[in-house]
């Protein structure tokens, strides 16, 4: 009988040890995920490096972006000020 007891307390153990791997894990993988670097200049107005990183900003929030002091089509290259509206 005892060494049941023995191998039930070693495949608790094991498990144990296998869902904290796993949480571990999966924490660290929502956690590193990079952050758009971006900059609140105030009254709802941001300054990012990049277009793309401006995007994924405001796509965290689901919400719509319009450029700003940016004339043209396409999109504009270097520094941009944008809202997320």
Known sequence: ???RKVRAADGVR???VLSAVLL???VAGCASRPAPR???LGDGVLK???AQEAEAYCRNFGAPMRF???KGPGVPTGEV???CD
């Open 1 to 3: 009988m005892p060494d």
């Open 14 to 16: 094991r498990l144990a």
């Open 24 to 26: 571990a894990g999966a």
């Open 38 to 40: 971006v900059t609140m």
């Open 48 to 50: 990012s490096p990049t």
């Open 68 to 70: 700003l002091n940016f």
């Open 81 to 83: 000020t944008f809202r």
